[in-house]
């Protein structure tokens, strides 16, 4: 989320999402798991519900980014990074980077294309790689 006020307003939904609906996990799996999955659902249903778009156009070539660059800075400036991208970018680049989930399993929650979710992670990637360029050039 992009600010404080809709973060907390996701999480607490979530939280009240799983403890309401705590009787229907089965204890097969993870229950962190299981967690996770509410959390990302309740996250990608304020997004639609705010019609934020989650798509862009489709783009097939690949910006490397230096990870010397990203480990110099503190969480918080990170996360400020972070929250400059478009939605759809920062969402792929959450789930994919921070969740750990594959490109197949973004495409069918956000209902977007595999090639979609390859496309926003990179350039998602190409565009912190620009924050990080401007960061480093403000710091000297």
């Known amino acids: 989320m992009k600010n404080e006020q809709d973060a907390e307003d996701v999480m607490l939904g ?12 089965r204890g097969t799996g993870n229950f962190e ?7 990302v659902n309740e996250s990608l249903m ?4 705010h019609n ?3 798509s862009v156009e489709i783009s097939d070539h690949q910006i490397p980014i230096s ?4 480990s110099n800075l503190q969480t918080k400036e990170l996360l400020a990074l972070l929250n400059k991208l478009p939605t759809g970018y920062r969402t792929v ?3 994919y980077a921070i969740e750990g ?5 973004i495409a069918d929650m956000l209902g977007i294309s595999i090639n979609t979710s390859k496309s926003q ?20």
């Open 33 to 39: 798991g299981w967690m996770k999955r509410i959390m």
């Open 121 to 140: 992670l990179i350039k998602a990637r190409k565009k912190l790689k620009e924050f990080l360029s401007d960061e480093m050039q403000i710091a000297q």
């Open 14 to 25: 979530g939280f009240l999402k799983i403890f309401t609906k705590i009787d229907q996990y």
């Open 46 to 49: 304020f997004l639609r519900k």
């Open 67 to 70: 990870p010397d660059a990203e």
């Open 52 to 54: 934020m778009n989650l």
């Open 93 to 95: 680049f959450n789930l």
């Open 101 to 105: 989930y594959k490109h197949q399993e």
